[in-house]
């Protein structure tokens, strides 16, 4: 059993969030994870989630350090992934930094994970098994939500230094497994612009 002392979480971030330009009460640049939803900022329910279960918490960031110290060790990624390079960048930077076996990673802007979303995404991987498993719904994948370990780092830096940026492609390279987590759409609802904010605060319905 893989236990919190050999888990680290890490809270995607990184992003550019152009997506949000507009959000209510910012006209200009918007950094998404410091968006409030219910009297917090998104990455605070992002850490609050992923220490239950992890000894640490890394935060994925290359804008606004200072703010996002408050919820963990800051990680911005490292230069020679190039600027901007997506999630992955983020990933292979945390994983430099990790001290633990194991990482879970969950993107700052998904609020309602399910409650057993670690546990089961541990039970899907093994030091002689499979190194990386993510989360999956009937409906959709959800690739950045997953459990990694520490040597997935070295081919994920040539994947990215390749080129190469899309996540479900390198996990599918890499034998990472699906793991269903069945009716539960609406659990990785992804807040991405102004409407969704709205929506996730109760202004919107359906």
């Known amino acids: 059993m893989i236990g919190r002392d050999s888990l680290t979480g890490l809270v995607l971030a990184g992003g550019l969030g152009r997506r949000m330009q507009g959000a209510a009460g910012h006209d200009g640049e918007v950094e998404k994870g410091l968006l409030v939803l219910n009297g917090l900022p998104l990455v605070d329910h992002a850490q609050r989630f992923l220490a239950r279960h992890a000894g640490k918490i890394l935060i994925s960031a290359n804008t606004h350090r200072d703010a996002y110290e408050n919820y963990g060790t800051v990680v911005p990624d490292e230069p020679q992934l190039g600027d901007y390079s997506g999630p992955l960048a ?49 409906n ?12 997935s780092r070295q081919g994920l ?8 940026r899309k996540v479900q492609l390198w996990q599918r390279q890499n034998g990472a497994a699906a793991v269903l987590f069945d009716d539960a759409d609406h659990a990785f609802f992804n807040i991405n612009t102004p409407q969704d904010l709205l929506q996730a605060r109760g202004g919107l319905r359906g």
């Open 140 to 151: 959709s994948v959800h690739p950045l939500c997953m459990v990694l370990h520490r040597t």
């Open 157 to 164: 830096c040539e994947f990215l230094l390749a080129g190469e």
């Open 90 to 138: 983020g990933v292979a930077s945390a994983l430099a930094c990790s001290t633990t076996p194991w990482m879970v990673v969950m993107p700052v802007d998904v609020t309602g994970l399910p409650e057993n979303l670690v546990p089961r995404l541990l039970e899907a991987v093994s030091d002689d098994g499979a190194h990386i498993a993510y989360a999956r719904t009937r």
